[in-house]
T-cell receptor
């Protein structure tokens, strides 16, 4: 079965501190992994995807196939990073997204 | 280039009624997916349409149905509404394996 698990519903860190949002998945095959973000009063938007291997807004995520994880990291959190973050996977090409429950990240000043 | 739009923004219905939600895809996108997001949960895949044909369906009963039109806009229809259908309904259009989401329609079933 395809499943995405985000173990933390809430995460609070201080500005300037490192942040890591955890994501684990179960999938038979080679999935494509994504992080989506939803800022207050905005729509869900793509933050990054593992296939691009890029850093967006200082965030990076590495796919670890051995641990079936795709954790999102940022070395120095900023207040504008406060948002809801969703990890998701899809079949390559199938485009159906399976989402985790989400983690609400709060950056304290 | 306009983004994905959805209408209406909010809707209140009573149990047993039927509802139609609408979605206009982003220009040039021929694939539309619908998701249901219950409070405190991640979005859950309902179905996807590609060039007016259903192209995959999640674990939702047949009273959830859809349409895609030649201009790639789409409708989600839900019959015999139940209290548990209360949720945010998201539409997403796709290009190159990336889904772009609309703002959603908040459906409340009383």
């Amino acid at each position: 079965a395809q499943r995405v698990t985000q173990p933390e519903k809430l995460l609070s860190v201080f500005k300037g501190a490192p942040v890591e949002l955890k994501c684990n998945y179960s999938y038979s095959g080679s999935p494509e992994l994504f992080w989506y973000v939803q800022y207050s009063r905005q729509r869900l938007q793509l933050l990054l995807r593992h296939i691009s291997r890029e850093s967006i807004k200082g965030f990076t995520a590495d796919l670890n196939k051995g641990e079936t994880s795709f954790h999102l990291k940022k070395p120095f959190a900023q207040e504008e990073d406060s948002a809801m973050y969703y990890c998701a996977l899809s079949n390559r090409g199938a485009q159906k997204l399976v989402f985790g429950q989400g983690t609400r990240l709060t950056i304290n000043p | 280039e306009t983004g994905v739009t959805q209408s209406p923004t909010h809707l209140i219905k009573t149990r047993g009624q039927q509802v139609t939600l609408r979605c206009s895809s982003q220009s040039g996108h021929n694939t539309v997916s619908w998701y249901q997001q219950a409070l405190g949960q991640g979005p859950q895949f309902i179905f996807q349409y590609y060039r007016e044909e259903e192209n995959g369906r999640g674990n939702f009963p047949p009273r959830f149905s859809g349409l895609q039109f030649p201009n790639y806009s789409s409708e989600l229809n839900v019959n015999a509404l139940e209290l548990d259908d209360s949720a945010l309904y998201l539409c997403a259009s796709s290009s190159q394996n990336t889904q772009y989401f609309g703002p959603g329609t908040r459906l409340t079933v009383l």
